[in-house]
């Protein structure tokens, strides 16, 4: 059986960079929209900041599992799950 690793690598970068262009155009739009709030409404301020901040985890999150799985990947550990 022929080892095809460029292509399992490929599949995990598209989506990861699919999630990650989804989600950072959300931020962009929050953070745009904060910017022109004004002054006296800081709760709105407030709660785009806390869903700023869901949406930065998340992202972090799907870099460090598409770095996990690039890892799993090159060490071979491509085919684990069809012993199972």
Same mark, same amino acid.
């Given at each position: 059986? @022929?080892?095809? $690793? &460029?292509? &399992? =690598? +490929? !599949?995990?970068?598209?989506?990861?960079? !699919?999630?990650?262009?989804?989600? #950072?155009?959300?931020? =962009?739009? +929050?953070?745009? $929209?904060?910017? #022109?709030?004004?002054?006296? %409404?800081? $709760?709105?301020?407030?709660?785009?900041?806390?869903?700023?901040?869901?949406?930065?985890?998340?992202?972090?999150?799907? =870099?460090? !599992?598409?770095?996990? @799985?690039?890892? %799993? =990947? @090159? #060490?071979? %550990?491509?085919? %684990?799950? &069809? &012993?199972?």
């Amino acid at each position: 059986m @022929r080892n095809n $690793t &460029k292509g &399992k =690598i +490929l !599949a995990p970068i598209l989506c990861a960079g !699919a999630a990650l262009l989804f989600l #950072g155009g959300v931020l =962009i739009v +929050l953070v745009s $929209t904060v910017m #022109g709030v004004g002054p006296a %409404e800081g $709760t709105v301020i407030g709660i785009f900041a806390v869903y700023a901040l869901v949406i930065l985890a998340v992202i972090i999150g799907v =870099i460090a !599992a598409l770095f996990q @799985r690039l890892r %799993e =990947i @090159r #060490g071979g %550990e491509a085919d %684990e799950a &069809k &012993k199972y």
